[in-house]
């Protein structure tokens, strides 16, 4: 689903509560005029994002979404913790075929620049998954962030010369609901047909 498309239905709910209320002044003038009470408020769980870049995700209610965030395919973000938001980011870069990139390859040079980028880090710990069928790395990680001491939650995996780095990023001191809410997000990623 294209974000243009994935506005669209975020409209086409948000409409929906309005229904109901229209239903009932369209009632027959015999029945009894209902209270006046306000329209229930529907409430988004979860949307499933589709990305033409070859992914989707999943994101449960809460976490909004950011637009134009530079270098970014698409990022959420939830309520503030201390002076930090919870942000997941998807990144997507196309790595040129005649580098012969491996994941091994991203995963080295990922790691060797890690503590010039994150002041205070420390490796928490690496992984191999899979994702779709794909290997994967996943690393967690602590250090100071912009505004605090943050925790990042990231999968990095590459699929036909395309390297996906899907990243959570969590202030010290989220909520346990929050951080699962964020963690399902990261495990909700799969790669589609691309």
Do not use: C, H
Request: net charge positive.
């Amino acid at each position: 689903m294209t974000r243009f498309a994935l506005t669209l239905a975020l409209l086409a709910l948000l409409a929906l509560p309005a229904l109901p209320v229209a239903l009932a002044q369209t009632a027959p003038a015999s029945s009894p005029a209902p209270a006046a009470t306000p329209a229930p408020q529907r409430v988004i769980e979860a949307i499933t994002v589709t990305s033409n870049q070859g992914y989707s995700i999943k994101v449960p209610g809460g976490w909004t979404p950011l637009k134009n965030v530079p270098n970014v395919d698409v990022a959420f973000v939830n309520k503030t913790v201390g002076q930090l938001r919870p942000t997941v980011t998807v990144v997507v870069q196309d790595i040129p075929a005649d580098l012969k990139a491996t994941l091994a390859d991203v995963r080295d040079l990922n790691a060797s620049k890690m503590p010039s980028v994150v002041p205070n880090l420390k490796m928490l710990g690496e992984k191999t998954i899979r994702v779709s069928g794909q290997n994967a790395i996943l690393w967690s990680y602590t250090g100071d962030g912009d505004g605090g001491k943050v925790r990042w939650t990231q999968v990095l995996t590459l699929k036909n010369n395309r390297l996906y780095t899907v990243t959570l990023v969590t202030p010290t001191g989220t909520p346990e609901a929050l951080l699962d809410s964020g963690r399902a997000i990261v495990d909700s990623f799969a790669l589609t047909a691309k």
